[in-house]
C-alpha cells in the first residue's frame, strides 16, 4: 500500500479524522458552495458528515475513491476537499473532485491540490485518463481544471436537477501521456 499524505508548497493534503467534522461541516455549510457544485446537499447535519466520513474512508480502503482534507501548511487549517472519485482500475480511469472554503478561493490553492491529485492518478495509480466535472456555470472550477492541463469533452445538457432548476454539466479530461508531456510531478 501506499501513502495516503501529500504535501505541496503551501498545503498538507490527508485523509480525515474524527477531529476534521467540526472544520468539514463549517466549510460545506457555506451557501456559496452549495449553490455552485452538484455533490454539496443543502443541509449538512452532524450526523450525516460522520456517515460521509465512514463512506470516505471505506472507499479508500476498497480503492474505489480517495477523498482527502486539504489544510493549509503553516497553521493547519481545513480548507477543502480534494480527490480522485470513481476510480475504476478496470478501465483505468477516475474523476478527480474538490471544493475549497470561499475564503481562501482565487488564491491557486485549489489548483495545487487537483495538480498533487493528478500526479497520484497518474504516478501511483497507474491511471490512463482522469475526467472532471463542473456546472457549466461554475467558471472558477472550469479554469481549476484547464490550468492542470485538461481538455474540455463536452456538455451534458440538463444534467444535473437542484432544486426544481436543471443545470448544463461541462467535462474535461486529461490523458496519462498528456499529463507526462507536461508534468512536474
Known sequence: MFELKFSTERLIIREYTKSDIDDFLEVVRQPELYSTTYGIPREYSRKRA???????????????????????????????????????????????????????QNMGLTTEAAQEMLCFGFKTLGLEKISGLCMSMNRPSRRVMEKIGMTYEGTMRNDLLKDGVYYDIDRLSILRNEYFTNSKC
Not at 471505506?58 to 497553521?75: P, T, V
Not at 472519485?85 to 478496470?90: A, D
Open 50 to 104: 460522520k456517515n460521509w466520513l465512514k463512506f470516505v474512508k471505506n472507499n479508500i480502503r476498497n480503492m474505489q475513491s480517495y477523498e482527502f482534507g486539504m489544510f493549509l501548511k503553516d497553521d493547519e487549517r481545513y480548507l477543502g476537499n480534494v480527490g480522485l472519485i470513481n476510480v475504476s482500475m478496470l478501465h483505468n480511469h477516475a474523476d478527480i473532485s474538490y471544493y475549497m472554503d470561499i475564503h481562501f
